[in-house]
Structure formats: structure tokens, C-alpha cells
């Protein structure tokens, strides 16, 4: 697989998409994340079933992953169906060595990690911009939130977190509403010593939902670098 060297993020992002789409095997039921990383996974898993006739289903967890799908010819299939999954896909906002991660930008944070926690392995695919060695100091925290809740979160998270915001939408006026049909609030916690206790601190929130911090479920995460290769992390 070649790639155009000419934008080295978006060929970073090709190259661990396609090093992460040639581990699925035939008969897998395969998890999809959300963002653009992820979509590249779904045009080369396409490529994939026409060419080499791989026979797969996929469970996309956001509307977006699942409309690329039903266009690249993938059989597309549930949790209900499968609730244990060969094998997840996914992309993050940023990671640490220790595969720790942030989720969330695109809004699909809960719909991930449910598909995650599902799933026999869980591989992360990003550019070597989101690997960092301390989450948070510039990427926020998504919370899901339910909308009756929504004024109440933010109130407590304000006590542990002073910069707290209700994500408004880009192309339309008011809140940005997830495919479940909650609230993204953002959480600005400054740099993260111990993810699991900010997750944990979230959690405890009445009307949270579920946090865009992933501990302890990512098993790889593939690093595409700007020399044009990659860098893969294991879980020890």
C-alpha cells in the first residue's frame, strides 16, 4: 500500500489505519470507533471484502462509521447479535505510552467504550500529534451527560475543575446532542497524573453518563510518524 507523502498527517493516519486493517481475519466480528482515522479503517476494510472477498460484520458506533460502511459494502451487524467482538478499531483525541486514553471529540465516547470493554482486542490507531506524555494539558475531557442534568454536572464538576463547558454545536445554534441523544460537557482538567481517578471523580456525578478517559482497555496503539513510519505501543 502506497500513500501520498504530501500531507504526512493524513498519510500517518492512512498508513496505521491499513497496518491495523490487515490484522482482521475472516469470520471476525469487528468494532469501528468514530473520526477520521477510523474512516480510513473502513475504506481499506471495504477494499478488503471486494478484493480479497474477506467476510466480516461490523458494529459501527457512530452514524458516521455507519453510513462509510453500508457505502464500502460491509455487512454491518449489533451488540444485540454479537455481544462479544473479535476485534475493535479505533481512534483517539490523545494516548500515553501507557495506552491510557482521551476520547470523545467526535462525541461518540460512551458508544466506544461500550464496543471497547466488548471487544477481544482493542487496537488504537493515531498520528504521533496525539501521543503525549501527560493527558489533558491540551485536549479536554468529554462527559456524556444526560440533558436534564446537564446544569447540575457542570456546578459540581466546577468544584475540582474551574474551566467547564457545555460543548455548543459549530453548524447550528445550542448544544452539540450525541447519537444517544445526550450533552457533550468539556472538561479542562490541566495536565492528568492519574486518569482513573478523574474518571472516577466524573463518574460519581449524578447524570453523568460516561467520560471520554479510557484506562486500562486498549491492548495496541499503532503511532504513524511524520518520517513515514510507525511506532507500535503493547499493552505488557
Known amino acids: 500500500m502506497t500513500f501520498n507523502l504530501l500531507d504526512w498527517r493524513e498519510d500517518a493516519k492512512k498508513r496505521v489505519a491499513w497496518e491495523a486493517v490487515k490484522l482482521v481475519r475472516d469470520g471476525w466480528v469487528v468494532g ?54 473479535d476485534f475493535t478499531i479505533d481512534g483517539a483525541d490523545e494516548a500515553d505510552k501507557n495506552l491510557n486514553l482521551i476520547k470523545g471529540g467526535g462525541g461518540a465516547l460512551t458508544r466506544e467504550k461500550i464496543v471497547a470493554f466488548a471487544s477481544e482486542r482493542y487496537v488504537v490507531i493515531v498520528d504521533e500529534t496525539k501521543l503525549v506524555e501527560t493527558l489533558g494539558l491540551k485536549t479536554p475531557v468529554p462527559v456524556e451527560v444526560l440533558p436534564f442534568a446537564v446544569s447540575f454536572v457542570v456546578r459540581e464538576a466546577k468544584k475540582y475543575w474551574v474551566d467547564v463547558k457545555v460543548r455548543e454545536g459549530k453548524g447550528k445554534v445550542g448544544p452539540v446532542v450525541t447519537d444517544n441523544g445526550n450533552f457533550i460537557v468539556d472538561v479542562y482538567c490541566g495536565g492528568i497524573k492519574n486518569p482513573k481517578e478523574v474518571d472516577d471523580k466524573l463518574k460519581r456525578i449524578p447524570g453523568v453518563v460516561e467520560t471520554g478517559i479510557f484506562v486500562g482497555v486498549a491492548d495496541m496503539l499503532y503511532v504513524g510518524k511524520k518520517d513515514g513510519g510507525f511506532e507500535v505501543i503493547s499493552r505488557s
Open 32 to 85: 469501528l470507533g468514530s473520526g477520521s482515522t477510523v474512516a480510513y479503517a473502513v475504506l481499506f476494510l471495504g477494499k478488503r471484502v471486494r478484493e480479497e472477498n474477506l467476510k466480516i460484520k461490523v458494529v459501527p458506533t457512530s452514524y458516521q462509521i455507519f453510513f462509510l460502511a453500508l457505502n464500502e459494502g460491509i455487512p454491518i451487524t449489533t451488540l444485540d447479535e454479537h455481544p462479544k467482538l
